[in-house]
């Protein structure tokens, strides 16, 4: 499909900078395709949804992953920002360069205190360029590995807003907070499930109140999510890999709740995205580990997922493309235009939607 099909003008000012308080007071668009549309908030949800549903949240934690560094070459060097994206080993990672165009493979580039000495190996960290791809994308192999490479991340690198939001401000400590989910468990992200960021510990136990359970999988969110997709045609897009994983005891219980009539709905675009890699012809979820770069576009025939709930994404974006496959490009295209014209903020801070599949 043509690209510029999924293109829409967003006024500037509906890009939301900060998250509304408390979390769940965050406006929710319900867009059912047979029937409109209904402006509620996210809190309306359990009111929204059916004893026996069964929400599947995505449990990542995002790491400090912007890296800020000097490249060492003979007797120059030149500063670099690395944004990291994808682990691939104890001491590997792939990352987006900034300037790319400044590094070469076997390059040495080095994070933290700036001396040039080897006194505090501490307050350091090195990397090597062992890879160089399209688009500003390397392979890094760091000095440290496993849990200590780990620590010196924690330690060095920086929240990473996203661009929209980083261009305009700067990340402090309030991001600490407002970028996670409550409950985000498993280290790995480099952007936040957003979907996610609207839930609070009393929404949940209202939902437990109206019998709609949860379950937990694991999609590490990488930097490709925020890369405009450049692409005249869809079918000459590629998707960058991100790692998951759906565990057999969760696969069960989906596929129980659903036997019992149950729905499934996915909170945010990474969990749709996992289940239906994980996803049999016939519609069972199995259990997965492993990487996906499942690329999903109007036609695309869904097998798990009943509804999603997602916040509203960029335009020419694969999640804008994702979200328009679910209920149809023609909804999506006016429930944007409803969004625009009635207020609603947009973007990894904004509002949410809830979207039922076509």
């Known amino acids: 499909m043509r ?26 668009l319900v867009v059912r395709p047979e029937s409109g549309f209904e402006d509620r908030i996210v809190r309306d949800l359990p009111d929204l949804l059916q004893a026996g549903d069964v929400l599947v949240l995505n449990d990542t934690k995002v790491i400090p992953s912007r890296l800020y560094g000097l490249r060492v070459r ?41 001396s040039e000495s080897t006194s505090c190996e501490l307050v350091r960290l090195d990397a090597e360029v062992v890879e160089k791809a399209e688009g500003g994308d390397v392979a890094l192999r760091f000095s440290f590995s496993g849990p200590f490479l780990d620590e010196a991340i924690a330690r060095l690198g920086e929240l990473p807003l996203p ?35 609207h839930f609070t510990d009393e929404l949940f136990r209202r939902l437990d109140e109206r019998g709609i359970s949860r379950q937990f999988v694991t999609l590490h969110v990488g930097a490709g999510t925020f890369l405009p997709v450049k692409a005249e045609d869809t079918q000459e897009h590629r998707m960058h890999a991100e790692w998951g994983t759906l565990s057999a005891s969760t696969a069960q219980a989906l596929n129980e709740a659903r036997a019992r009539g149950g729905r499934i709905v996915a909170v945010g675009t990474t969990s749709l995205r996992l289940l239906e890699s994980a996803a049999r012809e016939d519609g069972t979820i199995a259990p997965f580990s492993g990487d996906t770069a499942i690329f999903i576009t109007p036609g695309y025939r869904f097998k798990a997922v009943d509804a999603l709930m997602t916040n509203f994404h960029l335009p020419r974006s694969t999640l ?22 009635t207020g609603y903020r947009f973007y990894s801070y904004g509002d949410s939607s809830l979207l039922f599949r076509r």
Not at 174 to 193: F, M, N
Request: proline content about 5%.
């Open 3 to 28: 690209v510029d099909l999924f293109d829409f003008e967003l006024p500037e000012q509906h890009i939301a900078l900060r998250p509304v308080e408390p979390r769940d007071s965050a406006r929710m």
């Open 163 to 197: 661009p929209y939001i980083a261009g305009k401000r700067a990340a402090d400590d309030q991001d600490k907070t407002d970028y996670q989910t409550v409950y985000a468990r498993d280290e790995g992200a480099v952007a936040a499930p957003t979907a996610g960021l």
């Open 74 to 114: 003979e007797e120059t060097s030149a500063r670099v920002e690395i944004m990291l994206h994808k682990r691939e080993g104890a001491d590997r990672w792939r990352a987006f360069a900034r300037p790319a165009k400044k590094l070469n493979v076997g390059d040495r580039i080095r994070f933290g205190e700036e």
């Open 320 to 341: 804008f493309m994702l979200v328009s496959a679910f209920a149809g490009l023609e909804c999506m295209r006016a429930a944007y235009s409803h969004a625009i014209e």
